[in-house]
């Protein structure tokens, strides 16, 4: 099993290098817009003295990826490498394919279509705990240490290496990238968050066993009870705890108000759900549910 899954991700790496690769050499480079990070490095190296990227990039990134394995570990290290090799690869292979994609010199549109190529081929990789090196692994250390996402730090980066990039393009392409950077690092994040838009919902009120069967029938969502006691009264109550969607919660608001117009609900965010009862998969519904006599 363990053999099977480290398969799968060489796998996604090897995809995801690929799909980011494309977007590079038939978006990026034919329209003259920038990239962040070590890549971004590797666009000014070849504007301003030839260098393939392929090359620049298997050099740039061998101190960073010593770095990596350092901090983020062996099992990290071994995907690094992995992903730093097959990116040089596969920069080497698109350039030598004759292919064009036809954007009618189209600067939005290609800053859109490099954005959601670079995220989602980044994105994957970053899911199974690969990178491609350079500023994927500063990322995934400052989300390990401090909790940064990884598109926001990769954001912060690309801003800081597209002001040098102003020795090769313009104003105008520059500003047409920061959209690019700004797709990519929310591809990412929706990536790694799982995909999906979740909330969790925490109702604080005197009628929580009422409220939760109803929630659980009309939602067929699970609920759970928290035990809590309120600090100035010192009264005992049953938390209800939930996860749904961000189209169900006004649902949710509408079934508890119902019962309780005074009840306490907080709405929080939720990035990824796991676990008996809490696996985040939308429900079938039924056509027709049968009424309780």
Known sequence: MKLDRIGRDIFVILLGTCIYAFGLVFVNIPNHLAEGGVTGITLIFRAL???????????????????GGRILG????????IGTVAL????????????????????LIS??????????????????????????????????KIGVSVGRTLFILDIVILTA????????????TLIFSYVFSHIVDAI??????????????????????RLMSELER???????????????????Y????????????????????QAFVSVINVHEVEGEGFTYLRPKKKLFRSKAN
């Open 88 to 107: 040089s690869a596969w920069l080497f292979i698109w350039q030598k394919v004759t292919f064009n994609i036809d954007l009618d010199h189209d600067l």
């Open 192 to 213: 790694l968050d799982g995909g999906y838009s979740a909330r969790g919902v925490l109702v604080v009120s005197n009628k929580s066993t009422e409220i939760a069967p």
């Open 222 to 240: 699970g609920v759970s009870f928290l035990h809590g006691e309120g600090a100035y009264s010192g009264v005992e109550k049953k938390i209800i």
């Open 111 to 144: 800053a859109l279509i490099a954005g959601l190529l670079g995220g989602f081929g980044s994105g994957i990789i970053y899911r199974v705990g690969g990178t491609t090196g350079g500023s994927d692994v500063i990322a995934r250390i400052l989300e390990q």
């Open 165 to 176: 990039s102003l020795t090769y393009i313009d104003l105008k392409r520059m500003m047409y």
């Open 49 to 67: 003295f030839g260098i393939n990227p392929a090359i620049s990039t298997l050099v740039l990134n061998i101190p960073i990826i010593v770095l």
């Open 74 to 81: 062996r099992r990290s290290f071994f995907y690094t490498i």
């Open 242 to 261: 939930m996860v749904v969607s961000t189209r169900e919660l006004s649902e949710v608001k509408r079934i508890i108000h119902e019962y309780d117009e």
